[in-house]
């Protein structure tokens, strides 16, 4: 995706603020005496804890404004990160306590008050098998589903029993519009999660599709035709994505994101093309056509200017050229002949998706697509092994900063591509990028 | 600087900045 610095900075101001608020608003007005600094310290860690708590149902909410100046991607690494954060913030509220002033253990004693020390303990206990379900949900085997459900409903938990303990404990928080504040905040985060959960599944009800037409592509993908059921489609920009659900109720969590490859001049017939990579992808090819189908957006800021101003070159690999597909129909449909390069990466030739029809579009559009394969066939006279910044100063334009870079593919790829075009001196605004791995 | 670690640092400098304002908070009120 295209960042905009200026939108950025905006939303980092806009987050310190909202994360120190809460805290600053508890030592506003007539307060109690203050103790001491490790105290006030772990205190402040709780609040701004809770406070990132209750603004991850911000980042998880796919605002299309935010999203669309820093990308969804970008937004979930964030909710990631601050996730972390978070958690280790709260966790260090207590642990703090405890060390420093060890009288602060009744608060775990359900002989003192047993409500207190259940709740207490359970909010703990919530928090880690939040962050451990989701930095391990693959070596732990658990479904995306699943994991989606229990991680939305732990995090709620943890806000409503760090809010209640907030009230509990009064001791900033003892006067009426203090704790409206976080009650609002709670609300707030509730209404969030609903909208997410609930009123965006709703608005999809009205907008069903069908699926026409499931083909099989190349090395274990498939490609879902998806036609407008009593609508006239999806406007969309190419190289965005959607969530898609599968069946005849939008509400399940059984939602995953997806490119979609089709040309954005055709809203009525929307392609999204699916390698066998998670336990959903890999049963996409099993649909039949006539299945329900809900999608929710499109999404992404991975998008090429309309105008043909600049040439563009698209450095991918493997299924991250579905977005790419979206964009070269796209422009074959507008009949836009700015200048194109494709560095396509795969592990053979059979894994190269669309592998005929780039050939078509290369003759229909000011394209150049290479091919670099870690097997080649038997008399491959093409490039071979992976895409490496070796490989792409051969193919760059001899200006690099004449041309937009798109950039979308595995990890290690992209870890190399991106510094090294921005070595080349490429602005960091003309790296559009977009991990697949966004959940 | 790749957008990836754009946004890895932009999330570590979120989280120290946030860290350090909570302390400096926290002397400030104590030593009052």
Redesign the interface.
């Known amino acids: 995706m295209k960042i905009s610095l200026v939108h950025a900075a905006g939303w980092l101001v806009a987050y310190l603020a909202l994360a120190v608020a809460p805290m600053v608003v508890a030592y506003a007005g007539p307060v109690p005496a203050p103790r001491g600094f490790w105290v006030e310290f772990s205190v402040g860690l709780g609040f701004v804890g809770l406070a990132m708590m209750a603004l991850q149902f911000v980042l998880t909410g796919r605002f299309r404004s935010v999203a669309a100046s820093v990308g969804l991607d970008s937004m979930l690494q964030l909710h990631r990160q601050l996730g972390l954060a978070a958690f280790f913030f709260i966790l260090a509220h207590p642990l703090i306590l405890f060390v420093t002033e060890p009288a602060y253990l009744a608060f775990l004693d359900p002989r003192v008050n047993l409500p207190r020390a259940v709740a207490l303990s359970l909010v703990m206990a919530g928090l880690v098998l939040l962050i451990a379900t989701t930095l391990w949900r693959q070596p732990m085997r658990l479904s995306y589903e699943w994991w989606r459900s229990v991680h939305g409903l732990l995090a709620l938990m943890v806000t409503f029993i760090g809010v209640v303990h907030v009230l509990q404990v009064g001791h900033y928080v003892s006067t009426f519009w203090k704790q409206v504040l976080w009650v609002v905040i709670t609300g707030g985060a509730l209404m969030l999660l609903v909208n997410t959960r609930i009123i965006k599944p709703l608005r999809m009800i009205r907008k069903p599709w069908r699926v026409a037409e499931v083909r099989v592509e190349r090395g274990d993908a498939w490609t879902l035709v998806l036609a407008p059921a009593g609508h006239a489609g999806l406007r969309f920009a190419p190289g965005q994505f959607v969530w898609l659900t599968l069946g005849e109720s939008p509400f399940t969590a059984q939602q995953h994101p997806f490119s979609i490859s089709s040309s954005a001049e055709r809203p009525a017939r929307v392609h999204l093309t699916v390698r066998a990579l998670g336990d959903f992808s890999a049963r996409v090819g099993e649909t039949l056509p006539g299945t329900t189908a809900f999608i929710e957006g499109p999404y992404g800021a991975f998008t090429p200017d309309p105008q043909p101003s600049r040439g563009i070159t698209f450095v991918v690999g493997g299924v991250g050229i579905t977005p790419v597909m979206s964009m070269l129909r796209t422009f074959r449909d507008r009949g836009d002949r700015r200048p194109l390069r494709l560095v396509y990466g795969n592990p053979s030739l059979e894994r190269a998706l669309f592998y005929d029809e780039l050939a078509e579009l290369e003759r229909q559009l000011d394209l150049q697509v290479v091919h670099v394969v870690e097997s080649p066939p038997a008399g491959w006279d093409g490039e071979t092994g992976r895409v490496t910044p070796a490989l792409l100063d051969r193919f760059l334009p001899d200006d690099p900063r004449a041309h937009e870079y798109f950039v979308c593919g595995p990890e290690p790829m992209m870890d190399a591509v991106e510094p090294h075009l921005r070595q080349r001196g490429v602005p960091l605004t003309d790296i559009y990028s977009e991990r697949f791995h966004i959940v | ?8 640092r ?3 400098a ?2 120290i ?3 350090l ?3 400096l ?3 400030l ?4």
């Open positions: 600087m790749m957008l990836h670690e754009f946004i890895r932009f999330g570590t979120l989280s900045a946030i860290l304002m909570v302390a908070i926290a002397w009120r104590a030593g009052a």
